[in-house]
């Protein structure tokens, strides 16, 4: 397992597993117990599976020596250990692609602020992948959660890279899960701050591909989501820095189209907020 981990975070790509499919077979491999590919196993090592899957021809021996009910009381043990191994088998196995995929974010987000933004994007992918192997695997809210954030990353990224279009489509598949964990939990502020994140950087991207109109809308539905946050967790300084800037963008968003009367009102808001920090 551990092998499998250390070529998967492997510093040169090409000595990584090229797609989340491989790792997945890799994976596969190692909890039916066969060998994988990024170790090689001694000879002692071999031997020993030979003998865990011949195990049936040791059970036939043992069973004419033995008298039925102990032979069976020891098969139920054997297998109620064997059970709880395996349990806190993939425990660690689901603790360690935790683990792998938070740091493959890590490194994309260091990449990201670096200005290194086509490797940025290449590591924020393998995120993606990860984040989504583990939502197939466990599609709970904190797993939804997690594949959220990995969308709005490869986004953002995609903005930078001028992939706009695809931008646009990973940002919807973002909100479409955040919309899911919303339904269940409206009033959560680690969703609804998720949510104006998407937003703010979803209108960067509308406003050049789609025009101020489409993203002035998209910075009042984030406008809207941060005064319901508000509302719910209270007016932090970080809470108020933030609706300054999303009111500072529709302002200019809307600076180059005829509703003037609205970018006033915004713009005002911005700056009152503002001389208040």
């Avoid at 077979?25 to 011949?54: C, M, N």
């Avoid at 020891?74 to 683990?99: H, Y």
């Avoid at 108020?240 to 808001?269: C, S």
């Amino acid at each position: 397992l551990e092998a499998v981990c250390l070529k998967a975070m492997a510093v040169l790509p090409r000595a990584r597993y090229q797609s989340a499919a491989e790792l997945r077979q890799e994976i596969d491999r190692w909890l039916e117990d066969r060998p994988v590919t990024a170790y090689a196993e001694p000879f002692s090592v071999k031997v020993g599976r030979w003998l865990k899957r011949h195990r049936t021809l040791a059970s036939v021996s043992l069973a004419t020596a033995l008298v039925a009910a102990i032979a069976l009381g020891v098969e139920l043990t054997r297998a109620t250990a064997a059970n709880n191994d395996l349990k806190q088998l993939n425990d660690e196995l689901e603790v360690r692609l935790q683990q792998l995929a938070e740091a493959q974010q890590r490194v994309a987000g260091q990449l990201y602020q670096q200005g290194e933004m086509l490797n940025s994007l290449q590591e924020y992918s393998v995120a993606l992948q990860l984040r989504e192997q583990q939502f197939a695997a466990d599609p709970s809210e904190a797993r939804r959660f997690d594949l959220v954030a990995a969308w709005n990353g490869v986004a953002l990224t995609q903005h930078k890279s001028a992939q706009l279009r695809l931008a646009t489509e990973s940002y919807k598949v973002a909100l479409e899960h955040l919309q899911q964990l919303l339904a269940l939990a409206p009033q959560n502020a680690d969703y609804l701050t998720m949510r104006i994140r998407i937003l703010g950087n979803r209108g960067m991207t509308d406003v050049v591909l789609y025009g101020p109109e489409t993203a002035a809308q998209t910075y009042v539905e984030a406008i809207d989501a941060e005064e319901e946050l508000i509302r719910i967790a209270g007016s932090t300084l970080d809470r108020r820095r933030e609706f300054a800037r999303l009111n500072g963008n529709l302002a200019d968003t809307l600076a180059v189209t005829e509703d003037k009367e609205r970018e006033l009102k915004h713009r005002r808001q911005a700056i009152g907020l503002l001389k208040e920090l």
